[in-house]
């Protein structure tokens, strides 16, 4: 058991049978009354956030995830293979568990599945990815890098905003928490 007067962004906690990851928190001392905690929670089984208010001091049980990094193998229908890397063992995700993150899967990539105890809670991508650009509009001389921007679909299907001089076959960084454009690879 953990104390709410503990959270921390990141944290995960088990709250109303859901297992929660702690988004955002602030503690708050009203002049009147007891102080609590207010807290933005991210449910990991279905994505769902929550807004909860604890009374400082009130307990909540810890969950412990663990990470296994694996490696994304192919899709299989709606399936979704990945391979651990140390056993090789293999399991598969359902694409509506993931649907989110195939925007930036490609075949052999590494990411970090998130389980609690037997149950696969789904995956984190890294930061920003590496995609090639497979279809946008070409460049016309005399764009600027800080001209404004177009539409370019890169190998996976993602549409995202990019400068002018940006072509298809370029390998661009994309940031994964929000799908815009970082640079050039």
Do not use: C
């Amino acid at each position: 058991m953990i104390s709410v007067n503990d959270f921390r962004t990141g944290l995960t906690v088990e709250v109303d049978g859901g297992i929660w990851r702690v988004m955002d928190f602030q503690h708050v001392k009203p002049g009147k009354g007891a102080a609590f905690v207010r807290s933005k929670l991210r449910n990991l089984r279905t994505g769902a956030i929550q807004e909860k208010t604890f009374r400082a001091g009130e307990k909540v049980a810890k969950a412990q995830i663990d990470n296994a990094r694996m490696q994304y193998l192919y899709a299989n229908g709606d399936m979704h293979v990945f391979m651990d890397n140390d056993s090789y063992e293999q399991i598969e995700l359902p694409a509506s568990q993931i649907e989110y993150e195939l925007k930036f899967l490609k075949e052999n990539m590494d990411v970090q599945i998130m389980m609690y105890q037997t149950e696969v809670l789904g995956l984190e991508l890294p930061n920003t990815v590496e995609l090639k650009v497979t279809e946008t509009e070409p460049g016309i001389k005399g764009d600027t890098s800080s001209g404004g921007t177009k539409t370019a679909v890169v190998e996976t299907g993602l549409s995202v905003n990019v400068p002018f001089f940006i072509n298809e076959g370029d390998a661009l960084i994309i940031n994964t928490t929000d799908s815009s454009y970082v640079s050039r690879a």
